[in-house]
Antibody, heavy 121, light 107 residues
Framework: QVQLVESGGGVVQPGRSLRLSCAAS????????MHWVRQAPGKGLEWVAT????????YYPDSVKGRFTISRDNSKNTLYLQMNSLRAEDTAVYYC??????????????WGQGTLVTVSS | DIQMTQSPSSLSASVGDRVTITCRAS??????LNWYQQKPGKAPKLLIY???SLQSGVPSRFSGSGSGTDFTLTISNLQREDFATYYC?????????FGQGTKLEIK
C-alpha cells in the first residue's frame, strides 16, 4: 500500500532554512508526480509545490516562489522541500502527497501524516 | 488566481441525513474539481476527483456533481464517521486552490 512519511520539521528562526523529506513506498515512485501541501494551525489547506515524475517541471504559488524548492531523488524514493528565508506565516503542518499520474493531474491521491514546521524567534 | 468558495462554512446534521455542500469557482474549472475529507489531527483523504468520480475505497454514499463554476458534494445516509471537514480543490490551473472548508458536525 502507498506510504508517505514526512520528516525534517521543527522550530526554526525567521530567515533561516529547513529541508523537509518525504520517504515514499508501496508504488513506483519514479512514475508519479508529487506535491507539497501545507496547513497553518487551525486554518485551511494551501498548495505549496508540485514536481513532475521526471523532475523536469516544477510549479509553485507566488507565496513561496523563489524561497522554496521542490526536488526528488528517484533512486532513493524520496521527495524534498528546501525552504529558505522562512517567515512566521510559513508555520504549518507540511504534507507530501502523491499525484495519481505523471504530475500533471494536479490533485492529491494519497497524503502523508504531515510534519510541523514552526517559524519563531 | 481561481478563488474557491464553499457553502456553508459549517453544517449540523444527524446520522442518517442527506447533506449537500456547495463549491463555487470564480471562473470555470470545467470538470477539474476534487473533494477531500479531513478529520481532526489527520491528513486529508481524497473522496471525489474530476467532479464526479469516486475514489477507490470511498463509500458510495459520497457523490459529486457539477461542472464549470458550480459543484456539489452530497453525502447520503450520514454515518458517524462522516463528521469531518470537507474541502474542494480546483486542478484546472496553477496556482492550485482550495475552498475554505465546510465543517460537518453532529446535531
Amino acid at each position: 500500500q502507498v506510504q508517505l512519511v514526512e520528516s525534517g520539521g521543527g522550530v526554526v528562526q525567521p530567515g533561516r532554512s529547513l529541508r523537509l523529506s518525504c520517504a515514499a513506498s508501496g508504488f513506483t515512485f519514479s512514475g508519479f508526480g508529487m506535491h507539497w501541501v501545507r496547513q497553518a494551525p487551525g486554518k485551511g489547506l494551501e498548495w505549496v509545490a508540485t514536481i513532475s515524475y521526471d523532475a523536469i517541471n516544477e510549479y509553485y504559488p507566488d507565496s513561496v516562489k523563489g524561497r522554496f524548492t521542490i526536488s526528488r531523488d528517484n533512486s532513493k524514493n524520496t521527495l524534498y522541500l528546501q525552504m529558505n528565508s522562512l517567515r512566521a506565516e510559513d508555520t504549518a503542518v507540511y504534507y507530501c502527497a502523491k499525484d495519481p499520474g505523471d504530475g500533471y493531474n494536479f490533485y492529491f491521491e494519497y497524503w502523508g501524516q504531515g510534519t510541523l514546521v514552526t517559524v519563531s524567534s | 488566481d481561481i478563488q474557491m468558495t464553499q457553502s456553508p462554512s459549517s453544517l449540523s446534521a444527524s446520522v442518517g441525513d442527506r447533506v449537500t455542500i456547495t463549491c463555487r469557482a470564480s471562473q470555470s474549472t470545467t470538470h477539474y474539481l476534487n473533494w477531500y475529507q479531513q478529520k481532526p489531527g489527520k491528513a486529508p483523504k481524497l473522496l471525489i476527483y474530476a467532479a464526479s468520480s469516486l475514489q477507490s475505497g470511498v463509500p458510495s454514499r459520497f457523490s459529486g456533481s457539477g461542472s464549470g463554476t458550480d459543484f456539489t458534494l452530497t453525502i447520503s445516509n450520514l454515518q458517524r464517521e462522516d463528521f469531518a471537514t470537507y474541502y474542494c480543490q480546483q486542478s484546472y490551473r496553477t496556482p492550485l486552490t482550495f475552498g475554505q472548508g465546510t465543517k460537518l458536525e453532529i446535531k
